[in-house]
């Protein structure tokens, strides 16, 4: 797979509503925010400080949503802390009551956008996990005793063998649970609408802009091969593909690749009878599969998460069997698009959120699950800056581990974890 400063050839690229075609950074300007990054949480912190007066620059090396944010398998799911239990332990009660309600309040940013700024991105409601397992069962249960002691705020549904047919035409799964809440969308349309409203209310957007230097202190600077940007505080949003820009968050977050294919559009008749209620699926591995369908009624099927760091020669020739699997039904469906890209891993699973010589602030590390809470998180930054801190500092305040060696070392590592994680559901 060959990255150019373009977008890579998905399927969301295909269908997307418009092109961006904002301008290079050329010459020096001077701005209250400059933003690094033009995925979901660049976008979406910029998108507050907009609202609220601020005048903001958002500088991207490539297109805007050009990495993970306009390549995920655009599944809106609620939540931004994955194990609360563990999170708890390192921040108190509180810091985890505050991480649950910023989980809760994710999805509904995502929403709240969607229609204020009538962005046209095939949202669509309803969110079914698969069981593989009675582990699996058990833990669904869990799931929803848990949040009905927490008051949750979305239907969640337990599903029996005997009515798991009416989500998914498949045999490999014992059962499921839906959460009515939840859903999926176009993602690239859904970034490209909210970079539209920032342009739309005075906000400056350049992309092919790589930053070569970030420049702390009283007076940061944004640096580019052709421009300077002046600014009283600065945000790092490059997550899996900030490198080297930030040295001192350089080895915190592991590059890991994600990938997904697209079939031909179906037929109704066969789109029916795979996923019924059209809702989006995933299953409770290790090295899960997840899938949905698009407005088009193509099956977008995703998974083979690598994480040596290299992408594999074929896509579809590892995920088309997996979805054979899933789906015999779709042997002899033509796959139209391949695609993949990088997500960020923190070693913890916590996003890390923090702040380089008190004027330049960071998030990052969403681990594979970042559509919804990437915007919560570009809310807080938001926050953060205009002098709302308490949410800001709950994550400042958790130390994350970076392994030794860079990437060399910490991408094999991570990949032998995840290989003793897989060997164990096998043998379970």
Known sequence: ?????????????????WQTDYPKLQGEISVDIAVVGGGFTGISTALRLIENGYKVAIVEANRISWGASGRNGGQLIDGFVMDLDKFEKKVGKAGADIAYQMGIESRDVVLERIEKYSIDC???????????NQGDIDE???????????NYPHKMEFIPKEKLQEHIGSERYIAGVVNYGNGHLHPLNLCIGEARAITEQGGLIFEQSKVIKVKHGAKPQVITKEGVINAKKVVLAGNAYLGKTEP???GSVIPAGSYIIATEPLSEDLANELLPSNMAVCDQRVGLDY????????????????????????????LKPKMERAFPQLKKAKIDYEWGGYIGISMNRIPQMGRIENNTYYIQGYSGHGVAPTHIAGNVIADAIMGDTERFDVFDKVWHLKLPGGLWFANPALALGMMYHRIRELLA
């Open 291 to 318: 899938f949905r369908l698009s407005a088009d009624r193509r099956m977008l099927f995703g998974g083979l998460c690598n994480y040596s760091g290299r992408h594999p020669r074929s896509i579809t020739g590892v």
């Open 1 to 17: 797979m060959i990255e150019t400063s373009e977008h890579t050839a998905s399927y969301y690229a295909a269908s997307s509503n």
């Open 248 to 250: 001192k968050l350089a």
């Open 122 to 132: 095939d949202l669509r409601f309803g969110f079914l996990d698969v069981a593989m």
């Open 140 to 150: 669904f249960h869990e799931w929803i005793e848990d949040k009905d002691k927490k």
